[in-house]
């Protein structure tokens, strides 16, 4: 059964720094595009960020130039390094593929950003 499983979540200051983490368990997701995807409070959840297979990464323009996303094929890792954090950046992150599926979603792991 594949899994993906986020980490790396917390509670941080405006303007700080988290690594994100997920980890797939199989080896299906190398040959998938994946993406990051988050849902604040109240808010529809949306894309973040996606990185395909030859590691061409896209950003949404709200994280654009702050978040990083990249993938370590041989660990079946995806990360998100996020970088000049804003409260507005607080939700539950999770990855997923690229387009999202149903039976791909985890718990998350969730991001404050607060003073």
């Given at each position: 059964q594949v899994q993906l499983v986020e980490s790396g979540g917390g509670l941080v200051q405006p303007g700080g720094s988290l690594r994100l983490s997920c980890a797939a368990s199989g080896t299906f997701f190398r040959f998938r595009a994946m993406g990051w995807y988050r849902q604040a409070p109240g808010k529809q959840?949306?894309?973040?960020?996606?990185i395909?297979?030859?590691?061409?990464a896209y950003?949404?323009?709200?994280?654009?130039?702050?978040f990083t996303i990249s993938r370590d094929s041989a660990r079946n890792m995806v990360y998100l390094q996020m970088n000049s954090l804003k409260p507005e950046d607080?939700?539950?992150y999770y990855c997923n593929t690229v387009p999202s599926s149903a039976e791909y979603w985890g718990?998350?792991?969730?991001?404050?950003?607060?003073?």
């Open positions: 959840r949306e894309a973040v960020a996606r395909r297979t030859d590691d061409t950003y949404a323009d709200s994280v654009k130039g702050r607080t939700a539950v718990k998350g792991t969730l991001v404050t950003v607060a003073s």
